[in-house]
């Protein structure tokens, strides 16, 4: 299969192309400086354009691309860039893969349980409606943007990806170091649920959507939802440290600024549709998810 992959730098992305290759895909890479290399094809999501005869003859897409959510504070220019990043990038890239005259088969479009918002206990399935909160409204916009490829017979999956867990970098490259220095309390109540999932599972599920008959919003994170404290405390349990030391809500506010509103959230969510395609997880509990985050 031939795949063209956004977003390749970043953690996921990175890593998937690797994956994809080791399997005997041949792998394309959109970029949006000068193409350096053979397997690179120049794009520029603001601008709407892309290469379109270098894209001729992908059967897959994986569209991974847009500003990180927590690398920088969220003033109003910053919250522009996360949404417009996404909004226009993928409203770029749908409107290249509908105008080739042979279509890919299958486009992957990236997505995120922020959509939910913050739930409480509620369990979250892929039915359940959005929540409220800026990053409900971005995936909304974000997800929108792919409708066009559906509509021209490209069968669409949205992962709405859950907070992943990696050896080095993404969200949880600071909780390690945190529980390495025996400083993983929990953070604010330690009551909110997080999604998690590992990154080698984030793969495999990338993977199977690529393959499979999936369509529409897929919830890809671990089987089993965990509360806060209970994550800090299995990272602590892994890197043989306690977890005592907790992270009030009023200084993550005061560090991280409106983004704190994200991490102290609460989401509950279920897997249904991977469950149901019979996808097994390699971590597919919380301290076999450490124990690997470690290395063990």
């Not at 890239?93 to 918002?117: D, H, K, W």
């Not at 984030?202 to 897929?218: N, Q, R, W």
Request: hydrophobic share 45%; net charge negative.
């Amino acid at each position: 299969m031939k795949v063209a992959v956004t977003g390749s730098s970043g953690l996921i992305g990175s890593a998937l192309v690797e994956r994809l290759r080791a399997r005997g895909d041949e792998v394309v890479k959109l970029v949006r400086r000068s193409p350096q290399a053979p397997d690179e094809i120049r794009w520029d999501p603001a601008g709407g354009s892309v290469d379109l005869e270098e894209l001729e003859g992908v059967h897959g897409v994986v569209h991974l691309a847009g500003a990180g959510v927590g690398d920088h504070r969220w003033t109003a220019s910053y919250k522009r860039e996360i949404r417009d990043s996404r909004a226009l990038g993928t409203r770029t890239l749908v409107r290249a893969l509908t105008a080739l005259e042979a279509r890919p088969s299958v486009l992957v479009s990236g997505s995120a349980i922020g959509f939910y918002g913050d739930r409480g206990d509620e369990i979250l399935t892929e039915q359940s409606a959005p929540g409220e909160g800026f990053l409900t409204d971005v995936v909304e916009v974000w997800e929108a943007e792919a409708a066009p490829a559906a509509d021209a017979g490209i069968r669409v999956v949205h992962p709405r990806t859950g907070l992943v867990i990696a050896q080095d970098g993404g969200a949880f490259k600071q909780l390690l170091l945190l529980a390495k220095l025996g400083l993983a309390g929990p953070i604010g109540s330690g009551r909110q649920w997080w999604s998690w999932v590992t990154l080698p599972d984030t793969l495999a599920i990338l993977e199977l959507m690529l393959d499979s008959d999936l369509s529409g919003p897929v919830n890809l994170v671990g089987p089993v939802p965990a509360r806060n404290i209970d994550v800090m405390k299995a990272l602590a349990k892994a890197a043989h440290r306690p977890a005592v030391v907790p992270a009030p809500a009023f200084a993550l506010r005061a560090v991280l600024g409106e983004f704190a509103t994200e991490v102290l959230a609460s989401q509950r969510v279920d897997p249904g549709k991977l469950r149901t395609a019979g996808f097994r997880w390699e971590h597919d509990t919380l301290d076999k998810a450490a124990a690997w985050a470690y290395g063990r």
